[in-house]
C-alpha cells in the first residue's frame, strides 16, 4: 500500500493557520477542491494522499494522519473529505477533539451502486456515519447526497446482525449539523481557449460565467420566429421520433401519434433551413485532460490542434460531435453509452466521438472491445495531457452525455455546459436538481432516439441557446460561504456577509436546521 505524505507545507512551523485541511484521496474533484480552498482560502494548511488505492486510505488514513500532522494549537478549523475517519483520528489525536470539525461528502457509501449486495463493505458506510457523529459541521455538495444519506442511515445500520442492537434515530442526531454546499467550479475564459470557432449550443446569459458573451449570437433574436420555436419543440421532444420503419420497437398508439406529429416538424424546420436558417456554428474536437492517469501505453487517439478548429462557413456541414468525459469506471455505465453509440451507427448515422476521462487499476472491457469498431468516428480517445487540451474539446463538442449510475454532483458535466455542450443526463441521482427538464432523459431508448435525431439534425443543436444556470456552483457565488466556516476573520474584515441561500436554498424544510457556525 503506497501512503506517501504530500510535503507542501513547509511554513506550518511557524504555527500561524487556523484552517487544517486532510484529504486522504487527493485527485479528481477531491483534488479540485482542496487547490481551491488553498488558493482562495487564506491560513490554511493542507496534508494529503495520492488518488490511490481508496479502499485502504478509507480503513487507515487516520492513523497516518495522526502521525504526520503536527500539534498546533493556532487551529480553528479542520476540513476533511468523507474518505478520511474523523472519528478513528478525533480519538488518536485528542488536541483535535476542540477544533471545529468539518466533513464534507463528495460522495456517500451508503447508496454507492454495486452490482452485488454481498460486496458492499459495510466498514466504508459506517465509518461514514460515525464520522458524521464527531463532525460539528456536516456538508454535502448536493441536495442529493444529502437526503439519500439521510435516508438511508437507520435502514443501513439494520443489517447489522445483532439482536441487542438499538440504533434508531442516528439519522435525527446528524441531520440537524447538515447543509448543502456546493461544489464551488473556478472555470476558465473561453476566449483563451478557443480558436474563434466554438462548437455546440449558445450560451445564455444566464449561464453564470466571467464570460457568458462567448458563444452568444448577435442573431439572438431570430429564435423567437417560429422557426426557431419549432427547433426548441424538437430538441425537448427528440425522443420521441422516430424516422425507422420496421425498427422494432413496441410503442403505444400514443407514442406513435406523437411520433408523426414530430416527423412533420422536423420536415417543416429542414424547410426552413434551407431557407437560411443554419447560420449557426460547427466544430470539431481538439484533445482532453482528466487528472492523471494509473496506466500508461493507452491507444489513445487525439486529433491535431489545426483539426479542431474548422472553417466557420463550412460548421453547417460537419456531423455531430458527441462527447462521453467520466471515469471509465462501472458506476459510470460505460455499457450504455457504448451500446447507445453502437445503434447510432449501425443505422449508419454520420458522428464524431470523444470520450475522455481517467483512467484506473481495472477498466471495464467495454472500451477496448467497443473502440476498433468506432474508429471512424473517434477523434478524441482517453487521457489527454492537459486541462486546456481538455475544455478545447468540450469547446468543439456539441453533445454531452452522462450514464451514470453514481452521481452526487457532476463537475464534468457542468464543465461541458460552460463550454457550450447541450447536456443529456438520466433523469435520476443529483441531475434533476442541476438541469432542467429538457435535458433528462427516462430510459435508454429516449437516449437513444435523442441523440439519433441530434445525428440527423445537428443544427437543432447548435441553434439551441442552453437554459443551464450553472452560477450558483461559482467560485464567486459560494467563497463567502466558504470562508465563513474556514477563515471567518476575511468576512469580518471586509464586511461580508455569507451568502445562506446559496448553501441551504436546495434543503428541503424539513432538514433546514442548520447548525450554527461559529467558531467561538
Known sequence: MEMKQEMDCPEEEENGHRALIIEPFYGGSHKQLIDVLMERVPSCVKYTLPAKKWHWKARTSALHFA??????????????????????????????????????????????????????????GYNQIISCLVADTVLFNSRYNMESFLSSIESFLGVIPVPDYRLKGTASQIRPKCRVLYFPLELPSLENLSCNH????????????????????????????????????????????????GSGDDESKTQSSRDDLENVSLKLLDKSSQAGMDGSEGKDGDSHSKEANEQTGDCNRHVSPGEGCPDLKSTSQHPLHILWAHRWEHDKNPDLFFHTVMKLHDLGLDFRLS?????????????????????????????????????????????AVSTANHEFFGVAMLEAVHCGC??????????????PQEYL???????????????R???????????????KFSWEK????????????????????????????????????VSSLSLS
Not at 477523434?379 to 474539446?393: A, F, R
Not at 447541450?422 to 438541469?435: A, D, G, K, S
Not at 474556514?486 to 434543503?507: F, G, K, M, Q, Y
Open 67 to 124: 502521525q504526520i500532522v503536527p500539534r498546533n494549537q493556532s487551529y480553528k478549523v479542520l476540513f476533511a473529505s468523507s474518505v478520511l475517519n474523523l472519528a478513528e483520528l478525533v480519538a488518536l489525536r485528542a488536541d483535535l477533539a476542540g477544533v471545529h470539525k468539518v466533513l464534507y461528502f463528495h460522495e456517500n457509501q451508503l447508496i454507492y451502486p454495486i452490482r452485488k449486495q454481498q460486496d458492499r463493505d459495510f466498514q466504508f
Open 198 to 245: 466554438v462548437g455546440g449550443c449558445r450560451q445564455s446569459s444566464v449561464l453564470g460565467s466571467n464570460d457568458s458573451k462567448i458563444g452568444e449570437d448577435p442573431t439572438r433574436a431570430s429564435d423567437s420566429s417560429s422557426s426557431g420555436r419549432l427547433s426548441e419543440d424538437c430538441l425537448r421532444t427528440g425522443e420521441m421520433v422516430s424516422h425507422d420503419a
Open 355 to 399: 470520450v475522455l476521462g481517467e483512467k484506473f487499476s481495472e477498466v471495464p472491457d467495454v472500451f477496448s472491445e467497443t473502440q476498433p469498431k468506432l474508429m471512424d468516428h473517434i477523434i478524441n480517445w482517453g487521457y489527454l495531457p492537459s486541462k486546456v487540451e481538455y475544455y478545447k474539446v468540450l469547446l468543439a463538442a456539441d453533445v
Open 422 to 435: 447541450y447536456p443529456l443526463c438520466p433523469n435520476r441521482l443529483v441531475y434533476p436538481e442541476i438541469f
Open 441 to 455: 432523459y427516462s430510459t435508454p431508448q429516449q437516449l437513444f432516439k435523442r441523440l439519433r435525431e441530434f445525428c
Open 457 to 471: 439534425h445537428p443544427h437543432l443543436i447548435r441553434k439551441h441557446i442552453l437554459k443551464c444556470d450553472i452560477s
Open 478 to 513: 459560494l467563497r463567502c460561504d466558504y470562508l465563513s466556516l474556514l477563515d471567518p476573520t476575511s468576512l469580518i474584515n471586509r464586511e461580508e456577509t455569507p451568502h445562506s441561500e446559496v448553501a441551504t436554498a436546495a434543503i428541503p424544510s424539513e432538514a433546514a436546521q
